[in-house]
Structures are given as structure tokens and as C-alpha cells.
């Protein structure tokens, strides 16, 4: 065969098969875009849960607040078995009387001074009971705490230390008390205590 012929193109034989041709395979479909209603509903559910919750702890403090002085206990501890206690006996009027008796300390302590020349110094803390439950009388015990004590000492300043120790703590005891007694208007003192007296020569 001479150079630059070419090949007769034989034709293939009848009932050959060609193989299909390819072709690319279908893309699958994306995820849709989630959808805008479900998240505002989503959000709206947590705003009006949120909302539900704060109204439920609001109501519960209001209810603890107003009713927990009458509220029943959720449980209780069963007693304890009843043991023997000793008996003891009724008070007295007058003790009962002892226990509602406050003592009055607004005096407080004094140093005065006797009649003597040169003066001996007297200190004395004087004290008395009184009803608490008179808040007026109370009242007007505290208002006349200067006067008791100028009462107190101007009687010191007016004996001398002689007839001070002769006199004794009841006979003075006793003149205070009246001369305080004469100070008042909504009650009386019934007695005088003298938490400390002593004469400093």
C-alpha cells in the first residue's frame, strides 16, 4: 500500500450493541429553608412560658407573704412521749406581782455631798419597781429623772454625815420616798431600793 492512502472505514456488523450513553445522575433537592412562622411561634411559646412562670413565683410569695402566720405546717414531728415533770406550785398574788415589775435604774448612781465642813462624799444608786404596763406612769418617771435626782442630793447636802449613819438606810429610804412621791401625778413609788450606799471621808 502506497504512503498517504487511507483506510477504508469498514462498517461494524449488523446487530452489534452499543452501550448506552452515560449520562450525569439527577442532584438531589436541597433542604428546604426552615420556615419563618415556626421559629416566631417557637419564640412566642417560650415568651408566654417564661411570662406563666414569673406570674406562678409572684403568686406563691404573695400567698407566703399573707397567709403564713395561719398556714398549716406541711409536716409536723409527732410529740415526744409525755414524761413525769414535777408539780410545782401556783404562784402567789404577790410574786405574780414580782414578775410583772420592772425595776426603774434611771437614776443611776450619785455622788453627793454632806452638810460637813469639810463635806463627806455619799454615793448611792437608788432604784424602785414600778408596772411596766403603765406606760404612762412610766412616761412621766422618765421625764422627772432630773428632779429625783436633785431631790436626792440637795436632802444628802442638808445632814451631815453623823446624822446620815444615825438615821440608817430605812429612815432615809423613807424620806426620799415622799419627797419623790410628791414629784408625781399618775402613779406612786412604793418602796426604795439603794443598789449602793456608802460614805468616802
Given at each position: 500500500?502506497?504512503?498517504?492512502?487511507?483506510?477504508?472505514?469498514?462498517?461494524?456488523?449488523?446487530?452489534?450493541?452499543?452501550?448506552?450513553?452515560?449520562?450525569?445522575?439527577?442532584?438531589?433537592?436541597?433542604?428546604?429553608?426552615?420556615?419563618?412562622?415556626?421559629?416566631?411561634?417557637?419564640?412566642h411559646?417560650?415568651?408566654?412560658?417564661?411570662?406563666?412562670?414569673?406570674?406562678l413565683?409572684?403568686?406563691?410569695?404573695?400567698?407566703?407573704?399573707?397567709?403564713?402566720?395561719?398556714?398549716?405546717?406541711?409536716?409536723?414531728?409527732?410529740?415526744?412521749?409525755?414524761?413525769?415533770?414535777?408539780t410545782?406550785a401556783?404562784?402567789?398574788?404577790?410574786?405574780?406581782?414580782?414578775?410583772?415589775?420592772?425595776?426603774?435604774?434611771?437614776?443611776?448612781r450619785?455622788?453627793?455631798?454632806?452638810?460637813?465642813?469639810?463635806?463627806?462624799?455619799?454615793?448611792?444608786?437608788?432604784?424602785?419597781?414600778?408596772?411596766?404596763?403603765?406606760?404612762?406612769?412610766?412616761?412621766?418617771?422618765?421625764?422627772?429623772?432630773?428632779?429625783?435626782?436633785?431631790?436626792?442630793?440637795?436632802y444628802?447636802?442638808?445632814?451631815?454625815?453623823?446624822?446620815?449613819?444615825?438615821?440608817?438606810?430605812?429612815?432615809?429610804?423613807?424620806?426620799?420616798?415622799?419627797?419623790?412621791?410628791?414629784l408625781?401625778?399618775?402613779?406612786?413609788?412604793?418602796?426604795?431600793?439603794?443598789?449602793?450606799?456608802?460614805?468616802i471621808?
Amino acid at each position: 500500500m502506497k504512503a498517504g492512502s487511507s483506510h477504508p472505514i469498514k462498517p461494524p456488523p449488523s446487530g452489534t450493541a452499543y452501550p448506552a450513553p452515560r449520562t450525569a445522575a439527577p442532584a438531589k433537592p436541597a433542604a428546604p429553608p426552615p420556615s419563618k412562622k415556626g421559629a416566631v411561634l417557637v419564640y412566642h411559646t417560650l415568651i408566654v412560658v417564661a411570662v406563666l412562670l414569673a406570674l406562678l413565683i409572684a403568686a406563691g410569695t404573695i400567698y407566703a407573704l399573707v397567709f403564713r402566720n395561719g398556714a398549716e405546717p406541711l409536716y409536723s414531728i409527732p410529740a415526744a412521749p409525755a414524761t413525769a415533770v414535777p408539780t410545782q406550785a401556783p404562784f402567789t398574788e404577790t410574786q405574780v406581782l414580782q414578775l410583772q415589775e420592772n425595776i426603774f435604774t434611771g437614776i443611776g448612781r450619785l455622788r453627793a455631798v454632806s452638810a460637813d465642813r469639810p463635806p463627806v462624799t455619799i454615793v448611792v444608786s437608788i432604784a424602785f419597781p414600778y408596772l411596766p404596763e403603765d406606760r404612762a406612769f412610766a412616761e412621766e418617771l422618765a421625764t422627772k429623772i432630773p428632779e429625783f435626782r436633785n431631790t436626792a442630793l440637795e436632802y444628802f447636802s442638808t445632814h451631815s454625815a453623823v446624822e446620815l449613819r444615825q438615821s440608817g438606810e430605812a429612815i432615809i429610804k423613807t424620806d426620799l420616798l415622799r419627797r419623790y412621791n410628791n414629784l408625781l401625778h399618775l402613779g406612786s413609788i412604793s418602796v426604795l431600793y439603794f443598789n449602793d450606799f456608802m460614805f468616802i471621808d
